[in-house]
């Protein structure tokens, strides 16, 4: 099912006007080919592909350009049809089979990697010229659920060999979502991307009472089931009156006033499976697939809502603008929880730095950044891979250019620090303490500084997943759906550390060799001139490893920093140096302990 791109527009200005005249669709087509799809736009259905599975149409297509093809073709043909060849006309067919199979040996030397080797279909390819280098990659994974997938962003068709017997059926439903892309048309989707979905209450429902619904065999998925469930007796009561709070921001996040409401209505929430293939790209998609082999006259005789599987008022349409729709409010609902200033963008035109438009100009997979002139966390929609894509954007930018504690807030933070004080035990809460009073500081920050530092050289396995444990119900607090794993809150935690002691607002210095931006905390740097971006985040980096803090220097030191070099209170010298990647330092003189002189390059 095409589109507008590439096709001629005749028949569609006849079938605009006969639409006018009140035709209905079934003469419409019959009579120009074009009829209205499921999100009214205008749709022509073209003939099948020929699918060749050795993937060599490179070699046809270079066959075709020898100007001896005609020939080879032309005695080939008579001696199908039992014609008998002269022996000068048999001798300069085995000369012309040898050329071909010459052409073939290199051919079979090249990769065969995009569409265009394996589908033939002119049409397809006049119409969309870019889809001759979508690359087509076949794998094989049995435990996968997918047969196969269409990623826009990598411009590439994946086949998973091992849950398909019929490739040709699933390259067409893929190229069908290759076009709703290209043409705008309303788009299919993944199970996974739906979060308002039984399964998604059910399971913050359960995480809300750290399991204990499940205790006593479970329950089912009705209102009767799950308040029989959230009625069972727990020492402080019934689990509906202990978890009555987390259970509260369930029921907000979805909408209702209370729990209550939530789970009286929970007979209107489908399945992520019902909800995918309901989607209107997903009904067109294998509504190509059921048409596959149709004869031209079917074609043009047999409407495509005439076989579509799910009923048109039934289909969910999700197009670009409706899914940034969706992704926008739920920023919204994030940023009021948050104490960050958050910029939602639509459209690359609306990107203020003229580096980061350069980049997504050129194809690049940039999904959030901090902006240094407005200070805000900047989301950037059309990449973004859905609710949890956003989500984890927003928390790693967030902890790393303000921190943790003023991303979560004094409430919330100080309630998780508060926890997992009390729950650790008395070994660990005496190194706290003993760090509060060292750094005379208080034992909130002192628990902080104690996680960050454990995050980084490790724990025993029972307090690290009571933190694990505990951060998550800090992002359930904040409105995240994030499943955080160790690794990952590891890095979180660490990257929180740098804004204890670091700058609390974003820094731009004028040195000899452009503009020096430091992030908030110190956690990133980058020297813009002319508007070129160079990197020097490593710089910072490798100034913590030689035990210097980037938060030690002001900013007449920053500008000798990139001008020959400062001397540092130990005696050293300390000049940045231009690397291939970007920027790293020189540390030379006498080190700290040692009389002798030293030369590191780090």
């Not at 003469?27 to 073209?46: F, H, L, N, P, V």
């Not at 974003?506 to 905390?521: H, K, N, W, Y």
């Not at 985040?537 to 000798?560: C, F, H, N, V, Y």
Request: charged letters at 30%.
């Amino acid at each position: 099912m095409t589109g507008l791109k590439g096709l001629p527009a005749e028949n569609l200005a006849v079938a605009r006007e006969m639409e006018k005249s009140g035709k209905d669709a079934g003469t419409i087509k019959a009579a120009t080919g074009w009829e209205r799809g499921a999100d009214s736009k205008w749709r022509y259905e073209t003939a099948d592909f020929e699918y060749h599975p050795a993937g060599d149409l490179g070699y046809s297509r270079l066959l075709e350009k020898q100007s001896w093809h005609g020939e080879l073709e032309n005695l080939l043909d008579r001696q199908i049809e039992g014609e008998t060849l002269s022996e000068a006309e048999w001798k300069r067919f085995e000369e012309l089979t040898e050329l071909a199979a010459g052409l073939k040996e290199q051919d079979e030397l090249r990769e065969r990697i995009y569409l265009d080797d394996y589908v033939k279909d002119d049409e397809l390819f006049q119409a969309y010229p870019e889809m001759k280098r979508t690359r087509l990659e076949f794998v094989d994974l049995p435990s996968a659920d997918y047969c196969g997938g269409y990623l826009h962003p990598d411009n590439r068709i994946v086949i998973n060999i091992s849950r398909t017997d019929d490739v040709r059926s699933v390259l067409a439903h893929e190229i069908q979502h290759a076009i709703q892309t290209m043409e705008g048309f309303a788009r299919g989707s993944n199970p996974g991307e739906f979060k308002n979905t039984v399964e998604n209450v059910i399971l913050d429902i359960v995480r809300a009472t750290d399991g204990r619904i499940l205790e006593g065999g479970g329950f089912d998925n009705t209102p009767k089931g799950i308040f029989a469930a959230l009625d069972r007796k727990v020492p402080y009561g019934t689990i509906l009156r202990h978890y009555d709070y987390p259970l509260s921001l369930v029921a907000e996040k979805y909408g209702y006033k209370n729990i209550f409401d939530l789970v009286n209505d929970i007979g209107r929430f489908k399945s992520g499976i019902q909800e995918y293939r309901s989607t209107a790209g997903e009904v067109e998609a294998r509504n190509v697939e059921s048409r596959l082999d149709f004869t031209s006259a079917q074609r043009r005789n047999t409407l495509a809502v005439s076989t579509e599987d799910i009923a048109r008022d039934g289909q969910i349409f999700l197009s670009r603008d409706v899914r940034m729709d969706e992704l926008a409010r739920h920023v919204s609902f994030l940023a009021g929880k948050l104490h960050i200033p958050v910029e939602v963008i639509r459209h690359a035109d609306e990107v203020g730095s003229p580096d980061i438009r350069g980049l997504l100009s050129c194809g690049k997979d940039i999904r959030g950044w901090y902006d240094i002139p407005s200070q805000r966390i900047c989301l950037y929609l059309p990449h973004a891979r859905g609710k949890a894509d956003v989500e984890r954007t927003l928390l790693h930018e967030g902890v790393a250019h303000y921190g943790l504690r003023k991303l979560a807030g004094p409430k919330h933070m100080d309630a998780f620090l508060d926890d997992i004080f009390n729950g650790c035990g008395e070994k660990v809460r005496d190194e706290i303490l003993r760090m509060a009073a060292a750094d005379k500081t208080d034992i909130r920050v002192a628990t902080e500084e104690y996680l960050a530092r454990m995050a980084e050289a490790g724990t025993d396995q029972s307090l690290w997943d009571r933190i694990v444990t505990a951060f998550r119900n800090l992002l359930r607090k904040l409105g995240f759906c994030l499943e955080i794993g160790t690794r990952e809150l590891r890095g979180i935690l660490a990257a929180s550390r740098k804004n204890l002691t670091g700058i609390a607002e974003p820094a731009v210095i004028q040195t000899a060799r452009g503009d020096l931006e430091l992030s908030c905390g110190y956690g990133r740097a980058v020297l813009r001139r002319q508007g070129v971006e160079t990197d020097a985040t490593s710089l910072l980096e490798r100034m913590r490893k030689a035990g210097i803090s980037p938060a030690s220097l002001g900013q007449e030191d920053w500008k000798a920093v990139f001008n020959g070099g400062i001397i540092l209170p130990d005696g050293r010298k300390l000049m940045a140096v231009r690397e291939p990647a970007g920027y790293g330092m020189r540390i030379s003189g006498v080190s700290p302990g040692s009389a002798r002189e030293s030369g590191m390059e780090m």
